[in-house]
């Protein structure tokens, strides 16, 4: 059945039956593209299979959807969702690295899937260009894998962590401001969600602020690139970074990791064993 709503392009029975067996078998030209990720023990061709037989959902195509969407289609993930209802405008160029002066007025999503599909022409894609609420959250999700957060609002980070919750998906989350980042991956059950790191939430003002913050290019680049790398590793069965936040301090050069447990007092907790 399609998804009825607005926006979405992507028929969500084809998806389900086929993400499991869709490039399951990897050509020689395939095997060479993904050659250097083959040669790691961690990989090899069994992992390059599981990434093409893969899903993840990208919220928010920008500054960190754009790594992030680059980099998982280029190590070979065989579905990408893509969520955004912007358009991309000229203060996106210096970061938002999918688009070029051509793409101004165009919907970020539709433009980024002709920017992906360059790169693998084989890539499955479920396009939706328009901004994430409940209903679509609850609608779209469960097609995938992995959910990653590339939002730059906590209205709609706190509803996709709390579908995420509830539907039992990892989420990989990041936010970033001028030089500096935070990520965590939240697997819900094993460790804590975004709503124990803010268990008050963010007030209006705050979140105004942090929307209307400066950042300089490389920032989300950065931590966009982290962000894929957690998303892979999950997909692989390797260990992420779930049981804490990363900071990163591109003015220092520094990394720092906070650990973080689930909060009783969280809705999360209750998936506890």
Known sequence: MWIELRGVQGNTEEYRGTQRSAGMELDKEKQEIYSRQIMMKDIGMKGQRKLAASSVLVVGCGGLGSPVLYYL?????????LCDGDMVSLPNLNRQTLFTLNDLFKPKA??????LLALNPNLKTTVCDQFMDKELA???????DIVVDCLDNFE?????????????????HAGIGEYYGQLMTITPGKGPCLRCLFPNG???????????SGVIGPTPGVIGSMQALEAAKYLLGLKVSNDGLIIYDGLDMSLEKVPLLASPKCF???LHK
């Open 268 to 270: 999360c907790y209750s």
């Open 110 to 115: 539709s433009t980024a899937k002709e920017r």
């Open 138 to 144: 609850e609608a779209i999700m469960p097609v995938f």
């Open 202 to 212: 963010v007030s209006e003002k705050e979140g105004k602020a942090s929307k209307q």
């Open 73 to 81: 289609t280029a190590m070979g993930i065989g579905h990408l969702g």
């Open 156 to 172: 709609a980070r706190f509803i996709l962590n709390d579908a995420c919750v509830a539907a039992g998906k990892p989420l990989v």
